[in-house]
Structure formats: C-alpha cells, structure tokens
C-alpha cells in the first residue's frame, strides 16, 4: 500500500495558497528531494519529481523504480512559481514529465542548472540552448529578489566537464534574510561544512537514503552523516529527503532522527505534503 502524503491535490494547494510566511519560511516537502518553499520574497520549487517517469522507465528491468509514496500533486497544478531547480541530470532531479507542464502553467519562471549540463537539460526538455538560467560552483547571481550560490555536490565525486564545472550542485538560496541550502544529491568531501558555515544556513535540505554499492546507482549521505553535516556547518534546522519515494533505494529515517538528537541539532521530518514553518527565532 502507497504512504499517503498528509495533505495532497486541492487539499495541498489550499494550504500553500493560505500559508503567510512573514519575516521566515514555509516549506512543504513534494517527495524524493522537491520541496516548495514559500517567502515573501518569491516561491522556490527545488528538485520537483511529480511523475511516474522512472516507474514506467525501469519497469521489468533489474532496477524498477517501485513508487511507494502516492503523488502528492499533479504539476499542472502549481502556480506562482518564481524559481526551480535542478540540481543535476538525474530524472528525479530534472524529469521532463513534471517540468514541462510546471512551465506551462509558470511561463515567468526561471529553471536554474548546472552550467555544465546546458546542452543536456536543453535536449531532455526540448527547450532553446540558451533559455535555462545556468550556474556553475563558486558562482552567485540573482533572480529578481532571490540570489543563488553554488556549492559543489559529490554524487559519488565531484564531476566536472573539460571546462571544470560541476556537473553536480548545491543551491543556497537567499530570501532576505532567510537562507536554504538544497544539497542535491551528495556525499561528504573536505572542506564542505566548513564553507557552507560562511553561509549561516537556516535551513539544510541533505539526502538520507545512503551509499550501497548493492543499488548499483550513486549514493548519498546516510542519515546519521547529513545530520553531522547539518549539525559541523551549524544549521540552525535541518530536514531530511531522498528517501520513501523508490523502494530499492531508500532508508529510514530513524537514524537521522537519534544522530540528531544526540548531537542536539535541530531537525524536522514532515510527512509528504506538510507544512513546515521555519522562522528567524529558530536562529
């Protein structure tokens, strides 16, 4: 049986519709590693994966790509985005499925890549070269009221093209005074909680659903390793994602949870579709 987002379809965007975020944040988590996040500044949608794309792709294959938590919405709902992201080329970061009808429905917005990625999401969308806004690591700019930096993500390393740009990133995006970091899909490299420090994170999105070679795909942090990162760049909340969407690759969040704790560092888990509130006292 599917795990039941806790608030889904007309449900889900009244609540988005309704939420005030005031001085601070209103985060929902879409699945896998999407989440919406709400300022008054602008509305951001990271890493949205609204389809059954790999489902379909991988059935009858030696990795099927079995959904476990039901479709909290359908993209052609969502409006008055300012701002997606794909962190990199996987189909569950950069799905042309959810993307296409999310832009139809957001003419304004702009997609934000990987610089090094350009010709690929061009082709995988069937878009113009030049129309994606692209990044590269190191590099920040802004959009309209938001501005972006980019940190480097090793999904299993630090891939770069033969201009040495990151083919995988991590955005931090600030919104006044308010900052998120979406990690992306990424292990731990030297140097990476002490740079992201600088950035006085409020929020840290890492991946939890781990490194097994058995998976035969890259990995990510297991839960106890985002949650000393969270806790070594000193974010001030931290929430958990990539995991409860595939079922051959996916952990719980249990350990996450007791690392947390044990290190006394903030930390949420929303269900799919709840509303997360991250405001400036939470500093």
Not at 38 to 59: I, W
Not at 275 to 280: L, N
Request: with cysteine.
């Amino acid at each position: 049986m599917l795990i039941q987002p806790s608030q889904m379809g007309v449900a889900l965007l009244a609540d988005i519709a309704a939420a005030e975020p005031g001085e601070g944040l209103v985060v929902w988590w879409l699945g896998q590693s999407g989440f919406l996040v709400k300022s008054t500044l602008g509305r951001v949608l990271f890493d949205p994966y609204l389809s059954d794309s790999l489902t379909k792709k991988y059935q009858s294959t030696d990795k099927p790509h079995v959904r476990m938590t039901q479709l909290a919405l359908q993209p052609d709902k969502l409006r008055g985005i300012d701002l997606i992201t794909s962190t990199h080329n996987h189909t569950d970061h950069l799905d042309a499925e959810t993307l296409g009808p999310l832009l139809a429905g957001n003419p304004n917005a702009s997609l934000l890549i990987p610089e090094a990625n350009r010709d690929f999401v061009a082709q995988r969308l069937d878009c113009s070269v030049d129309w994606p806004t692209g990044i590269s690591d190191g590099e920040s700019l802004t959009i309209g009221e938001i501005t972006i930096h980019a940190v480097p993500a090793a999904h299993n390393e630090i891939e770069r093209d033969s201009h040495r740009r990151s083919k995988y990133l991590g955005y931090v995006v600030q919104l006044g005074e308010m900052t998120v970091y979406h990690s992306g899909d990424t292990l731990r490299y030297p140097g990476m909680s002490e740079y992201l420090r600088d950035f006085r994170v409020d929020l840290a999105i890492l991946p939890i659903n781990g490194n097994r070679n058995e998976r035969g795909v890259a990995g990510n942090l297991f839960g106890d390793e985002a949650a000393q990162l969270a806790h070594d760049m000193r974010a001030k909340v931290v929430i958990p994602c990539h995991y409860n969407m595939f079922r051959f690759n996916t952990e719980s969040p249990d350990l996450f949870v007791d690392t947390c704790r044990l290190l006394g560092q903030p930390y949420r888990v929303p269900q799919c579709g709840e509303r997360v509130e991250v405001s400036p006292a939470d500093r």
